[in-house]
């Protein structure tokens, strides 16, 4: 028999997916599933973006390309954060993966490895600290609160580095919580980082995506001191719709993206052609502001419908998200209650029950670092939200 790798045995299954995969199954069965486990839009991609492809495909451009990315999608990608932040950067600081998890991966692949320490702020994306376990290196979580909404300070950060400290990891906006720091709230993370040796590494991938007075906020714009310190990650995934197109990329110091785009060569070669033709035009067309701002309209009214409707429900509660489009709320207060023959006591328990007895797929907070939550998505159509939201009101009220 073949032995399973020591490396395979300590990667945990990506559990919003996994959550996605149970509800399919009762799908296939024929049920009704409220499914609000993905952090996908419901949009299709914008068609000028899909047009550009088609012209891509007809003109040849579906053979390999360079492993870290065209030069042209590379100089798109620089001459959008230009205009967008006023971030100085050349094609030589960018690398195209596919997708921003993979760009997250070789960064870290890049950076870290056995004996070193990587910060990360609970609650996180699920893949973190399999990201950074995967390398060798040890992920450090420093807790944040729904008091605190989500946020670390500078504080926890100051107490978390140590000296086998590598990178700090930020997320704004963040998923699962929706939170997004402020411009102030982050120089002040930056300035306790700026006089060691510590690298940031910040994921932005839901960055045209906010709500309300909440602005993004490029890190590398923050503090001149940390250009050779600084690695961004963003992608098409969540604001162009493009999730299945798999384009992500990093901005960072030259020889760190030469490190990556030497992985990178090895392990995937290169991103598609289509899909990197594609993203010049979600990125230098006019149309594309259109289409996002049409966008973030209808995940900010559902965001609306959401909190509206929690607000409704005994024994919940959450923070309005700023950005990103989840809802992440406790409900501990139903911790040793029973619904038919099932006690929760968790909330692996309780999104399991959920699932069985009223068939609303939310996924658990503890796959985020943080247990008694869990998290929303309202990616979504509003008659589903109200549905399902409807179908969480009436089964908590059945707790005994």
Aim: aromatic share 8%; charged share 15%.
């Amino acid at each position: 028999m073949i032995r399973i790798s020591t490396l395979a045995n300590s990667v945990q299954p990506s559990a919003t997916l996994a959550a996605g995969a149970k509800a399919r199954v009762l799908k296939s069965k024929g049920i009704t599933v409220y499914d609000f486990s993905l952090g996908e839009p419901d949009f299709n991609t914008p068609k000028h973006i899909c047009a550009a492809a088609e012209v891509a495909m007809a003109s040849g451009q579906t053979h390999y390309t360079p492993a870290g990315g065209t030069a042209e999608l590379k100089m798109a990608i620089a001459a959008w954060y230009g205009r967008t932040y006023g971030l100085t950067c050349g094609p030589e600081h960018v690398l195209v993966s596919n997708g921003a998890k993979h760009s997250i991966h070789n960064a870290l692949a890049a950076t870290v490895g056995p004996g070193d320490e990587v910060i990360i702020p609970t609650p996180y994306w699920v893949s973190y600290s399999d990201l950074v376990a995967m390398t060798g290196a040890t992920p450090v979580l420093v807790p944040t609160t729904l008091a605190g909404r989500f946020k670390m300070t500078p504080e926890q950060l100051k107490q978390a580095i140590a000296p086998k400290t590598r990178i700090v990891m930020l997320n704004s906006p963040s998923n699962p919580t929706g939170a997004v720091y402020t411009k102030a709230e982050l120089e002040a993370l930056v300035d306790v980082v700026v006089p060691t040796n510590v690298a940031i590494l910040s994921d932005e991938i839901y960055e045209l995506l906010c709500w309300g007075d909440a602005k993004p906020t490029c890190v590398a714009t923050l503090r001149p001191a940390m250009s050779d310190r600084m690695i961004t990650i963003s992608g098409a995934s969540k604001s162009y719709a493009m999730t299945g197109w798999r384009i992500g990329w990093t901005i960072a110091p030259v020889p760190v993206i030469k490190a990556m785009d030497t992985i990178q060569s090895q392990e995937t070669s290169c991103p598609s052609s289509v899909s990197q033709a594609a993203m010049i035009a979600a990125l230098e067309s006019p149309e594309s502001a259109t289409c996002i701002e049409a966008m973030r309209v209808e995940f900010a009214a559902r965001r609306e419908v959401v909190y509206a409707r929690l607000a409704e429900i005994p024994g919940l509660k959450f923070d309005r998200a700023d950005g990103a489009f989840y809802a992440f709320f406790q409900v501990s207060d139903y911790f040793g209650k029973t619904f038919g023959d099932i006690t929760v006591t968790d909330s692996i328990g309780f999104c399991t029950a959920l699932l069985e007895q009223a068939h609303v797929n939310l996924v658990a907070g503890s796959a985020f670092g943080t247990e008694g939550f869990v998290r929303m998505s309202f990616a979504c159509k509003l008659d589903t939200i109200v549905a399902g939201l409807d179908r969480l009101k009436a089964w908590l009220a059945t707790a005994k």
